[in-house]
């Protein structure tokens, strides 16, 4: 399974960006999708996740209420719709698949995508 990134960019405060995560090969309705990010100089963090059987989505706190994860079984995608967006939104964005259920922990995901930057700044 090969995963990729894309879709970031640089934006102001208050916009809003879509990352896209084209998956290559198959998954399985008990994998979970996740998305993670890395601000600079900071280790990585759970962002969002969603189950690719079910379609049930999962959020971290920061980001609750202002991004929508989101699938599509037929395009083998995943997609983070990122609203309202702030400069400590910016980091380094991976799409990851996890074989062995819902988690939050980087650890847990065997498959992971290159980066794509985002950078949120006036």
């Known amino acids: 399974v090969q995963l990729q990134a894309s879709g970031g960019g640089l934006v102001q405060p208050g916009g809003s960006l879509r990352l896209a995560c084209a998956v290559s090969g198959r998954v399985f309705s008990s994998h979970v999708m996740g998305w993670f990010r890395q601000p600079p100089g900071k280790e990585r963090e759970f962002v969002a996740a969603?189950?690719?059987?079910?379609?049930?989505?999962y959020y971290a706190d920061s980001v609750k209420g202002r991004f929508t994860i989101s699938r599509d079984t037929a395009k083998n995608a995943v997609y983070l719709q990122m609203d309202s967006l702030k400069p400590e939104d910016t980091a380094d964005y991976y799409c990851?698949?996890?074989?062995?259920?819902?988690?939050?922990?980087?650890?847990?995901?065997?498959?992971w995508g290159q980066g794509t930057q985002v950078t949120v700044s006036s």
């Open positions: 969603v189950r690719w059987g079910s379609g049930g989505t």
């Open positions: 990851a698949r996890c074989r062995s259920g819902l988690s939050y922990a980087v650890a847990s995901y065997s498959d």
